[in-house]
């Protein structure tokens, strides 16, 4: 393999070729897989500070994957990286310092590369150190002689300064992804220690703190969170997609109440004109192709799936009547992620991108 430290764009999960091969992979389609895949690594392989299950050698080994080709050498690129990155967070662990982002998120962080472990046919030691790193979290971080949640970022959600930090909550770049990756390993048989105490706390901090984007420093000092605005429901940010990661949850805990509840949440959300309002677009992002997608996992699990019915048909319905007008190719916002959940298929197992099982 061909490694770079560059950030060739045709490695983008996301609007590169490698998330059309996704689509090509789930229909059947070798050819056209294989020329998509062909210029995703025409200019070698991102194995840089940039990779990521949604960019580089990861998502390149997440496609090879779907398509039952797994490569050895892309997988020991992998490990390298999980090894580098862990061996950061630990140094900043050691320091005391608050996480960034991108250190423990879904789309450019440690909670995607132990996703990516888990698509794996046998189960990497490195998996399980990654899964007692997102277990790390949940232990708070004492800053200023204050107690903080350990996956408190000192910056805003895109890097900007805010006074005293953020604790995102979504599933792109919030605890809701270390949620859903601890939860779909415990469900997998895969358990390290405090692996379930972690879950639990990170459940209770979105049952209180879920139905905002993320939670300011005043927020979190309030006796009660105040309500929050109509804010536009979305896998990637908002009560849908932390609504399917406590689901899962709940699931993994044998909770059946607790997973009744996060579905009560999801239709709650997507039943509500106003904030269906505020969909603008049909991507799996953030618009309808992410909701209809996340519907159909939430009905699967289900103790009641006749009632997410009506949800689903409406769903797919909006999708199909917005789906040309998405202007890029690719997985998370373009037309090959709307195609993949109107076909409504994930034999490849492409959903896991969205940590779906």
């Excluded at 390290?192 to 990170?202: K, L, M, N, R, W």
């Excluded at 997410?308 to 909006?318: G, H, Q, S, V």
């Amino acid at each position: 393999m061909k490694a770079t430290a560059g950030p060739p764009e045709t490695q983008d999960l996301s609007e590169g070729p490698l998330g059309v091969a996704l689509l090509h992979i789930e229909r059947g389609n070798a050819a056209r897989a294989r020329s998509s895949l062909e210029a995703a690594v025409a200019h070698g392989v991102s194995a840089g500070g940039n990779a990521s299950l949604f960019h580089g050698a990861p998502a390149l080994e997440f496609v090879l994957g779907r398509a039952g080709r797994p490569d050895r050498d892309v997988q020991r690129a992998v490990d390298r990286i999980v090894t580098t990155r862990l061996a950061a967070a630990h140094r900043r662990q050691a320091c005391g310092g608050l996480p960034r982002l991108a250190e423990f998120d879904l789309v450019r962080g440690l909670s995607g590369l132990g996703a990516l472990l888990l698509t794996r046919d046998d189960t990497p030691p490195l998996l399980g150190e990654v899964l007692a790193y997102l277990v790390s979290l949940s232990r708070p971080i004492l800053v200023e002689g204050r107690a903080l949640p350990g996956w408190w970022s000192p910056t805003g959600p895109a890097g900007e300064a805010m006074d005293g930090g953020h604790g995102n909550n979504g599933v792109a770049h919030g605890i809701a992804g270390p949620l859903a990756v601890l939860a779909l390993a415990a469900r997998h048989g895969i358990q390290v220690p405090g692996q379930d105490d972690a879950i639990a706390v990170f459940a209770r901090w979105l049952g209180r703190h879920g139905h905002r984007y993320w939670t300011t420093r005043d927020r979190l000092s309030a006796d009660e969170p105040p309500p929050a605005a109509a804010a536009r429901p979305s896998w990637c940010y908002g009560e849908p997609g932390i609504a399917l990661a406590l689901q899962s949850a709940a699931i993994a805990l044998g909770d059946p109440d607790g997973a009744r509840a996060a579905e009560d949440t999801f239709m709650g959300a997507l039943t509500d004109p106003d904030r269906l309002a505020r969909v603008t677009d049909a991507s799996l992002c953030h618009g309808w192709a992410g909701l209809l997608t996340a519907a159909r996992a939430v009905a699967e699990h289900s103790l009641t799936p006749a009632r997410l019915t009506p949800l689903i048909a409406d769903l797919r319905e909006r999708l199909a009547a917005h789906m040309d007008r998405l202007a890029k190719p690719g997985l998370m916002e373009g037309r090959a992620g709307a195609h993949l959940a109107l076909d409504g298929t994930n034999s490849t197992g492409w959903a896991r991108a969205l940590l779906i099982s």
